[in-house]
Structures are given as C-alpha cells and as structure tokens.
C-alpha cells in the first residue's frame, strides 16, 4: 500500500513507511525508523543501479561532489537524529513525528495548489 501510494503521489520514504511500521507492523519508534532507513536503502539502490541505464542510454554524468554533499548532509542528520531518538521517549517521539507530518502535509497541499501558488 505504501508503494502505491509513494507511486502515485511522489511521496514516501520515512513519510509514509514509518507510520506503517508503527501502525501495522507493531513496531515501536525507535525500531520503525532504522527499519524505514534500511527499506529506504534498499528502494534506493535498486531504483539506481535500474537508473544507471538511463544514464549510460542518454550519456549523463553523475557530479561527485553533489552526491559527496547530499550524502554527507544525510549521515549527519541520520547520526543527529538517531542520537536524539534515544534520548526521548516514545510518545514524544510520535508527537514529533505527528508534527512534522502535519507540515510537510500542509507544505505540499500548498505547493501542490495552483490558486494558492498562483494567488
């Protein structure tokens, strides 16, 4: 379901797999998220080695000092945020996570909107 719905409006990731995990899955907080991470890898690495023949077919170049930032970005705020996640406790982790549903929520309905963007 989570596949589906990542498919058909462009978002996922832990967005839509952690509370899946959580809500389905049983899972608490602190195991649904460096389960998500890892389900995420694995979607990733699959869609690239697939997009590398795009790459090739098209003869595009992949910037390594892009990816050396992005990914850097990444392990820190992965490392930031899995040091934070054991210090607080659950339910404040699921308000946390609520929270922050609600905007990105809100920040695509808003960017998704044409009269909003258009105003």
Do not use: N
């Not at 990733?44 to 023949?53: A, C, H, I, M, N």
């Not at 930031?80 to 054991?86: D, N, P, R």
């Amino acid at each position: 379901m989570v596949g589906i719905v990542k498919g058909f409006v462009g978002v996922g990731g832990g967005f839509l797999v952690v509370p899946a995990l959580v809500l389905l899955g049983g899972l608490s907080m602190q195991q649904a998220v460096p389960t998500s991470l890892l389900i995420i890898a694995l979607k990733s690495f699959t869609g690239f080695w697939k997009y590398t023949e795009v790459i090739a077919t098209e003869e595009l170049t992949l910037d390594p000092m892009i990816i050396l930032g992005v990914a850097s970005i990444g392990i820190i705020g992965s490392w930031l945020g899995s040091t934070l996640a054991f210090r607080l406790p659950q339910a404040t982790l699921k308000q946390i996570f609520g929270v922050f549903l609600m905007v990105m929520g809100g920040f695509i309905l808003v960017q998704s909107s044409p009269e909003l963007v258009a105003g």
